[in-house]
């Protein structure tokens, strides 16, 4: 069978592309790349319009992905939409989302909802994979430098925006004194011009995630705050309710592993069980009995009792990575695997090609 996937950027077809990565790559130019095994080609082409190009016009199934949602019912001509929906949440009413599942599209999501529909596909790592790419941490490169904390736990927090992280870096602090830092931006109104995450006015460089691993390294310990917290969207009926997601924050969490930067993490709970599930670990994994945050507590105080009886920050982080840095290497293994195929290809492959169509 002849698939073709129409596709404008990356965010359109990566999570597509993680499926089909142990394929055969039977083609490929600037603007065109062809998947295949012995019973499929997925031919994919970069076009920019709303119905089909000569490219694709005599395959089995003629399929546009892209990234957007509200101009899907003026796309013509194709057998079936591919809506990604990475980086963020939906922000769209749950009736709208169900029109265009019902039309017989798909959406590979990255974001959950609060309604099942088997057109809808939901995985939290979707927009892990895409991250890893398009912020450029598959160009990151570690020298193993051995250099003093400076810092005991580290946090990238800014007082007066979300409550509850104020709350939690408060009581943090309550734990372990001054011995935890939040990182500061100079000039920070510049920098949020000249250099922005992704596309921007300037043109300029846009990979600015990749550089925080050289705040986090200074640190015994970083705590890290999902952009949700641990119950997010629950309260009904509003459109965001059950609407979860993780994002490139994750990542950092999993990836600096390499650098021997340990993480204390708090976000979403069934994020946290759904990461736990799949083998990850970060330092309150070591205390977690159900509550995410009082096992952010429990971490801060454990690390401060180290403090005490260790006295330095590095004879700190020396004792974390003699008696944890095995399940840091555990977490950079289970990700590399990830990396190599998604794990579930199968599912999605079956959706594409037999799924509910009108």
Aim: a negative charge.
């Amino acid at each position: 069978m002849n698939i073709g996937i129409e596709f404008q950027s990356l965010i359109d077809c990566s999570n597509l592309i993680w499926c089909f990565k142990d394929f055969k790559l039977e083609q490929f130019e600037s603007e065109k790349f062809i998947f295949s095994n012995s019973e499929d080609s997925f031919i994919f082409v970069k076009q920019y319009g709303t119905t089909p190009s000569d490219s694709i016009k005599n395959c089995d199934i003629k399929i546009k992905a892209y990234h957007t949602f509200e101009e899907w019912k003026n796309i013509k001509g194709y057998d079936l939409l591919i809506q990604s929906q990475l980086v963020e949440n939906y922000h769209i009413e749950n009736y709208q989302l169900k029109a265009f599942l019902d039309a017989g599209n798909i959406s590979l999501s990255s974001a959950s909802i609060s309604f099942e529909h088997p057109n809808f596909y939901y995985e939290p790592f979707f927009n892990i994979n895409y991250f890893y790419y398009f912020y450029g941490f598959n160009y990151l490169n570690y020298y193993k430098l051995k250099s003093d904390k400076i810092n005991f736990i580290g946090a990238y927090h800014k007082s007066g925006g979300k409550l509850w992280r104020d709350d939690i870096f408060n009581n943090v602090k309550k734990i372990v004194g001054d011995d935890i830092l939040s990182f500061s931006i100079n000039d920070y109104n510049v920098k949020s011009l000249f250099e922005p995450y992704g596309p921007n006015t300037f043109g300029l460089w846009g990979l600015t995630h990749i550089a925080s691993y050289t705040d986090y390294k200074t640190s015994v310990c970083n705590l890290l705050f999902e952009t949700l917290d641990e119950n997010p969207n629950n309260e009904s009926p509003q459109k965001m309710y059950g609407r979860r997601y993780i994002t490139e924050k994750t990542l950092k969490a999993i990836t600096f592993g390499e650098e021997e930067i340990f993480f204390i993490w708090y976000g979403p709970n069934d994020i946290y069980n759904y990461l736990i599930d799949l083998g990850f670990w970060f330092y309150n994994s070591e205390f977690y009995k159900g509550d995410i945050k009082q096992s952010v507590y429990d971490a801060a105080n454990e690390l401060k009792q180290l403090k005490n009886q260790l006295v330095t920050n590095n004879a700190v982080h020396s004792y974390l990575k003699e008696n944890y840095g095995h399940k840091l290497q555990n977490n950079l293994n289970i990700f590399k695997k990830m990396l190599e195929v998604y794990y579930k290809r199968d599912n999605v492959i079956n959706l594409i090609k037999n799924g509910k169509r009108n």
